[in-house]
């Protein structure tokens, strides 16, 4: 998936080459996102930047949205958690790469000492047992080395939401849990913004698809998907926001 690999570049690569060693000790943190999966049923994953691996620590929730881990943790080699994201309905998928990207951008601008405080909450549809979308509360945390100041963990927490009204949407906010305070928020509603045509681009996108095989699909030339992939990022404002977030999101489109 392209967006996954613009990720993975901005994520793994990050931690290389560095000055100092990272020597947090990742058995506190597996601790930390037990304790999550066993106090709250949470379905918690703890990523790796560093060694670009991920424990995932479940509970009865994870049953209930047709997960079968056979080990707690389950240990797989990659910072993506495969089995969860795979039910995640394609549109909040999209969304969800691009508001993290959006996410560790910020933290990486930020004074290390800020960035403890603020997090990402959505509110996004996952297929469950029964193959029906529901809504899942999802809680995204960075945690950094004091000693070189690189990004080594990520911890993922997934939830069933407590409201399932189908009059709601899914939700993309990074928050600033010590004031209290919704820093961002991802309003654009993409089918509004969107042709058609655009819409089928930005599906294959995020499905992992090349230019190329794209304009194979819709028997379009491979400039014309990539005048869609420009316009995507015109009416979806990217451009127009944070710098540095733009430079790799647009590579992703």
């Not at 909040?92 to 951008?105: C, P, Q, T």
């Not at 800020?114 to 999802?138: A, C, N, P, Q, T």
């Not at 655009?198 to 005048?227: C, M, P, Q, W, Y």
Request: charged share 25%; net charge positive; hydrophobic share 40%.
């Amino acid at each position: 998936m392209e967006i996954v690999e613009t990720l993975n570049k901005t994520l793994l690569l990050n931690n290389r080459g560095q000055n100092k060693a990272c020597l947090l000790d990742i058995e506190i943190y597996k601790n930390i996102a037990f304790s999550y999966s066993q106090v709250e049923n949470s379905v918690a994953v703890l990523s790796d930047m560093q060694f670009n691996k991920s424990y995932i620590f479940t509970s009865k929730t994870a049953l209930e949205l047709g997960l079968n881990f056979k080990e707690n943790p389950t240990v797989i080699n990659s910072i993506w958690e495969e089995e969860i994201l795979k039910k995640i309905h394609p549109d909040d998928k999209i969304k969800k790469y691009v508001h993290e990207l959006r996410f560790f951008k910020l933290l990486e601008a930020m004074e290390p000492e800020e960035r403890s405080g603020f997090s990402v909450v959505s509110k996004m549809k996952v297929k469950d047992k029964d193959g029906i979308f529901r809504f899942i509360l999802h809680r995204m945390f960075y945690f950094y080395s004091p000693y070189n100041s690189k990004l080594r963990f990520a911890l993922c927490l997934y939830n069933i939401a407590v409201d399932q009204s189908q009059l709601l949407s899914s939700e993309f906010l990074i928050i600033n849990s010590v004031k209290g305070e919704v820093l961002m928020e991802d309003k654009l509603n993409y089918k509004n913004i969107l042709s058609q045509r655009e819409l089928e681009v930005l599906k294959f996108v995020g499905e992992g698809f090349t230019s190329k095989e794209i304009a194979d699909f819709l028997s379009i030339s491979i400039n014309t998907v990539s005048r869609h992939r420009q316009n995507i990022l015109e009416k979806l404002k990217v451009k127009n926001s944070i710098k540095a977030f733009n430079d790799s999101f647009s590579k992703v489109i």
